[in-house]
């Protein structure tokens, strides 16, 4: 599990990957490695921050080359750049799900903000929920309705709970228009959870049966 803050929440996903890994060889780790002409570093990341969107707990798989027994957390955060930090690392096994395939839910708090109960109400009781989406030279209609699970206000915020499906979520630039956020408005955007379900319940990723 790692955070991604300050300036490095500028980089995109690719980079990110490449910030890592990079750290990796420096560390000295002994990783393993995609057979084939072009290897690659055996990395499963997470579902991919949006640009500008802080990561409080963000996720990556890991595979050694060899039975590793050293402090990974110490041992990476001496190698990583200011603004991406491992915060808890646990061992799995290869037989274990990747993580795109057990996480179904996103957390995230947009601040300072506070949304109209109604407003909220009227979202929630919507059956359907339009946008248009550009692919290509086409545009298309998504229905982004399935993927808002709860809206919930806080003191200073709002915590947004959307669904991470197979074909997608919802976008960040929807979701500030589905809450009547201006361009323009200074507002604060962090992802400080990323979940599973187990048995109707949210659990996190480094507490299912699943450990990273």
């Not at 991406?84 to 290869?94: E, G, R, T």
């Not at 919507?126 to 086409?138: A, K, P």
């Not at 630039?173 to 009547?180: A, C, I, M, R």
């Not at 408005?185 to 990323?194: N, Q, S």
């Amino acid at each position: 599990m790692f955070s991604k803050t300050g300036s490095l929440k500028f980089i995109s996903h690719l980079d990110t990957i490449r910030v890592i890994t990079r750290a990796i060889r420096r560390s000295g780790i002994k990783i393993a490695y995609t057979k084939g002409f072009r290897k690659r570093p055996k990395i499963a990341f997470g579902p991919p921050l949006p640009l500008g969107v802080s990561g409080e707990k963000e996720y990556f798989d890991l595979f050694f080359e060899v039975p590793f027994a050293g402090d990974v957390v110490s041992i990476m955060n001496k190698v990583l750049p200011e603004g991406i930090k491992i915060l808890d690392a646990k061992p799995v096994f290869i037989k274990d799900p990747s993580i795109s395939k057990i996480v179904s839910l996103l957390k995230y708090r947009i601040s300072p903000l506070q949304v109209d109960r109604k407003m909220v109400e009227k979202i929630m009781r919507s059956e359907h929920i339009l946008v248009t989406r550009q692919r290509g030279n086409d545009n298309i209609e998504i229905d982004i309705r399935p993927y808002i699970h709860s809206l919930v206000n806080g003191d200073d915020h709002v915590d947004v709970l959307v669904r991470f499906l197979p074909e997608g979520s919802i976008r960040i630039e929807e979701l500030f228009s589905l809450l009547g956020i201006e361009k323009g408005e200074v507002l604060t955007v962090d992802r400080v959870g990323i979940y599973a379900e187990q048995e109707g319940e949210l659990a996190e990723l480094l507490k299912t049966e699943k450990s990273l």
